[in-house]
């Protein structure tokens, strides 16, 4: 087993890469189940380039895939084959924080499969809730719902009781309950969250790691910094362990976690997560994504506090 440290074009048509790795050692059996599960997850059914651009989102490497995927749909005129190139450019384009490019790429794919597919068809249920994720990511929480129960009524007449896909609808849908306010109802859809990828996943997967940001997202706004706080912690620990170093899901746990400081007037502690923040965001995020500006006043807010 390998761990991806960098990838990079060696040839000026990009059709020849570079791939610096690091060897893993062999007897390391929970990387190695976390990378198994990832593989059956992510990528079961693709091959070649569309594979390689499934791993650079993986890696954050979003610039990258996107070049992948729009070769791709230029080399074919099937609809089949278009759907989910155009899903896949969704997904990019909502990481890089441009939603509404993201909805436009989502929603072509869904017109597409909606054509193919019949109504409760489990194929259909990852543009649901991907325009769903975008939604809430705009604000408009009532539309998101709406696509996240569309997900989850589809998933559970589908799919297993305890299938992780369930669980990042249950996830979804205490994001929206959160944002509107709700945090009680925002906690047990979490907790469902949770409950079902502690049963199917390993303790280090990324989702795993999701669920505890969450709750503790929940119980900060809550104004209850010390269960936060652990919540958060233990998010970023998995999230150290199955992630590159420069992942934006790290730059949202330790923004998180120096929210908490901050609010527990720990501001010094503050500073330094807030500082580790934009670092990482330095390295796979463009100046303008909203991650990199909150990590940035968030750091001059608690400097001057520092100096009151």
């Not at 990387?31 to 997850?41: G, Q, V, Y």
């Not at 649901?128 to 009524?153: F, H, P, T």
Request: with cysteine; hydrophobic share 30%; aromatic share 10%.
């Amino acid at each position: 087993v390998f761990r991806v440290l960098d990838l990079k074009p060696i040839d000026k048509s990009n059709t020849l890469y570079e791939v610096t790795l690091t060897l893993t050692s062999d007897s390391d059996k929970e990387l190695n189940a976390l990378t198994e599960r990832i593989r059956e997850e992510s990528f079961p059914n693709n091959e070649g380039w569309e594979r390689l651009g499934l791993v650079l989102i993986q890696m954050g490497r979003y610039d990258s895939a996107e070049e992948i995927y729009n070769r791709l749909l230029d080399e074919t005129t099937d609809d089949n084959e278009r759907a989910p190139l155009y899903h896949e450019l969704g997904i990019i384009k909502y990481k890089l924080g441009e939603y509404e490019e993201a909805i436009t790429f989502y929603k072509r794919s869904l017109d597409i499969e909606e054509k193919i597919f019949p109504p409760n068809d489990i194929r259909l249920a990852p543009s649901y809730n991907n325009l769903g994720v975008v939604y809430e990511n705009m604000g408009e929480y009532k539309k998101a719902l709406s696509y996240y129960e569309k997900d989850l009524e589809i998933s559970k007449l589908s799919l297993d009781e305890n299938h992780p896909d369930i669980a990042s609808s249950y996830n979804n849908i205490g994001v929206v309950y959160q944002n509107m306010g709700d945090y009680k109802k925002a906690l047990v859809s979490y907790e469902k969250a949770l409950a079902i990828r502690q049963r199917s996943l390993t303790t280090t997967h990324p989702d795993v790691a999701a669920s505890y940001n969450n709750i503790g997202a929940v119980y900060r706004n809550m104004g209850d910094y010390k269960r936060a706080l652990p919540s958060y912690e233990k998010a970023l620990a998995i999230r150290q362990q199955s992630l590159p170093s420069n992942h934006p899901d790290l730059v949202s746990s330790y923004n998180n976690i120096g929210l908490v400081h901050e609010n527990m007037n720990n501001y010094s502690t503050a500073r330094s997560c807030f500082n580790c923040a934009i670092e990482i965001a330095k390295q796979s995020l463009s100046e303008n994504h909203p991650n990199l500006i909150d990590a940035r006043e968030n750091f001059e807010r608690v400097k001057n506090k520092l100096y009151e």
